[in-house]
């Protein structure tokens, strides 16, 4: 069965330093959403894109956070630089489309901690 | 504005126990509604979804149907296992097409 990979599965870092994670949605997914959760919540979305343009990125920090899908495959999200605050795991989801409701596939998140 | 508020856990169960977990929601219009899981050290996975109004979602054993005179979804199992223990996520698709997720049940179930 066709799964969203992530990678690295954990990363500790120190804070002010530079850090990204990267994620390869479900082949033929065209939509690919990046989400936060933090630690006793429910995760958030960050960003949104439809294939390699962003249609919903009102919740990311812009000015520490940024997201791209080059070639409308896979992504990266930076954080530059990482704060202690930033410590959550980060999830990427993909799904055949946003124009409706479609099942979102999650991967199994990168475990951020900053220290 | 949109939200979901789901029971506070942890939950603490012996196996073959009953297991609800309430989930009431806040939505414009007529919202698709779900329930995730999310075992350890794993991503979250869909477990069940209804669409419409007295819709019944079910899978694995859990069931949820949506109620929209009380706006809610709750999730419920007769007969739990030890592989049931996980996080479980009530959430819902508004009409803006956004999920969005309840702060999670830590749910554990003893042998």
């Known amino acids: 069965e066709a799964e969203v990979a992530q990678s690295p599965r954990y990363k500790i870092t120190e804070k002010s330093q530079a850090v990204a994670f990267w994620c390869d949605p479900i082949?033929?997914?065209?939509?690919l959403y990046w989400y936060r959760q933090i630690l006793g919540q429910g995760p958030e979305l960050l960003v949104q894109?439809?294939?390699?343009?962003?249609?919903?990125d009102s919740q990311l920090p812009k000015d520490r956070f940024s997201a791209e899908r080059l070639k409308g495959v896979d992504s990266t999200l930076k954080i530059q630089p990482a704060e202690l605050g930033d410590s959550a795991m980060y999830l990427c989801?993909?799904?055949?489309?946003?124009?409706?409701?479609?099942?979102?596939?999650f991967g199994p998140g990168t475990r951020l901690t900053v220290t | 504005g949109n939200s979901v508020t789901q029971m506070e856990g942890p939950v603490t169960l012996s196996e073959e126990a009953f297991l609800t977990i309430n989930c009431t929601y806040t939505?414009?219009?007529?919202?698709?509604l779900f329930w995730y899981v999310q075992y350890p050290g794993e991503g979250l996975q869909l477990l069940l979804k209804a669409t419409k109004a007295d819709d019944k979602g079910s899978n694995k054993g859990f069931e949820a149907t949506y109620r929209k005179e009380t706006t809610s979804f709750h999730l419920e199992k007769g007969s739990v296992q030890v592989s049931d223990s996980a996080v479980y996520f009530c959430?819902?698709?508004?009409?803006?097409?956004?999920?969005?997720f309840g702060a999670g049940t830590t749910v554990t179930v003893r042998a």
């Open positions: 082949s033929g997914h065209a939509t």
């Open positions: 959430a819902l698709i508004p009409n803006d097409y956004k999920l969005s």
């Open positions: 894109f439809q294939d390699e343009s962003v249609v919903d």
């Open positions: 989801a993909s799904s055949l489309s946003s124009a409706g409701v479609y099942e979102q596939y």
């Open positions: 939505a414009t219009g007529y919202p698709s």
